[in-house]
């Protein structure tokens, strides 16, 4: 009998949603449209980011990211997979198998955004961690979220008061 350690991958899973007091299109354009000049400000994890492929951020579009988390240092590449205006930014790793999805849902001059964190596979060697794993990345997605409630109430226009 031949036992492959490959063929049981831990998935490792988070997920966490605010509510944003802005409206769609600005909370979308502070994650995704401004992403190069903000995702360092609301993820301090990240020591250096540089965009790989030219122009405006889009499917395809390539970066690089080194982080420093609970002390390790990390280098990874990823690609955005889903760009859909308003409504969804995902990126997946090329060097390092994770995806990072951000949803937006409107919630009248209100937004619902939904974080999810998934690493891919966990090598066999941090498996007797998986549970304190579990509890980083989670932990990692909450405060993602209240990072950016936090940036963006304080940078991005009030929704405008609508008169009675």
Not at 13 to 18: D, V
Not at 21 to 37: G, K, S, T
Not at 73 to 78: D, I, P, Q, V
Not at 131 to 155: F, H, P, S, W, Y
Request: glycine share 4%.
């Amino acid at each position: 009998m031949r036992v492959r350690f490959d063929e049981e991958i831990a998935v490792v899973k988070a997920e966490a949603s605010i509510e944003i007091e802005r409206p769609q299109d600005a909370v979308y354009a502070f994650i995704a449209e401004e992403f190069a000049r903000n995702y360092p400000r609301w993820s301090p994890e990240v020591k250096e980011l540089r965009i790989v492929s030219n122009g405006p951020m889009r499917v395809g579009s390539i970066a690089r990211q080194v982080r420093v988390d609970q002390g390790r240092r990390t280098e990874s590449t990823f690609k955005i997979t889903q760009m859909e205006p308003r409504s969804r930014l995902t990126f997946q790793g090329t060097s390092v198998p994770f995806l990072v999805d951000y949803r937006f849902d409107a919630a009248s001059q209100h937004t619902r955004l939904t974080f999810t964190f998934e690493l891919r596979r966990l090598d066999l060697m941090m498996r007797p961690f998986e549970k304190l794993i579990r509890m980083a990345v989670q932990d990692g997605a909450e405060r993602t979220v209240r990072n950016l409630k936090r940036l963006i109430e304080a940078e991005c226009a009030p929704p405008e008061q609508q008169s009675a």
